[in-house]
């Protein structure tokens, strides 16, 4: 079983987004679907363009849920900023034979969550 989804979350939220680029094959191809609108790329320099034009805040992603069939890797969690929850994601990666993330696949949203969030401590 891949964890390749799952670590690119971990780098996506540390001090260098950047190295989640390590974990994509050249011809990546993606759809990042966010309340302000769709992000979709045909390659990794799309998907590096893409990083470079996030806001900087102190974003996690908490898995909830995870599940893996073959090479397809999905999870489910709540993302949070400085601690708050701010929405929900669901996402999906095909993993190529080399271990790297080929497709990619987000939706998130501020107004719906498919399992509860967790309760704040």
Do not use: C
Not at 45 to 74: K, L, P, Q
Not at 76 to 92: D, Q
Not at 105 to 112: E, I
Request: charged share 25%.
């Amino acid at each position: 079983m891949t964890v390749a989804l799952q670590e690119y979350l971990k780098r996506m939220d540390g001090q260098d987004p950047t190295r989640a680029l390590e974990l994509m094959e050249p011809d990546l191809r993606f759809l990042i679907a966010l309340p302000s609108g769709e992000v979709a790329g045909t390659s990794k320099a799309d998907f590096e363009a893409y990083i470079a034009g996030r806001n900087a805040v102190e974003r996690v992603h908490e898995v909830i849920r995870y599940s893996a069939d073959g090479d397809t890797e999905m999870v489910y969690g709540v993302v949070t900023e400085s601690g708050e929850a701010v929405g929900a994601f669901l996402s999906a990666a095909v993993v190529s034979p080399r271990g790297l993330i080929a497709r990619y696949q987000s939706f998130f949203s501020t107004s719906f969550a498919l399992i509860d969030w967790p309760e704040k401590s």
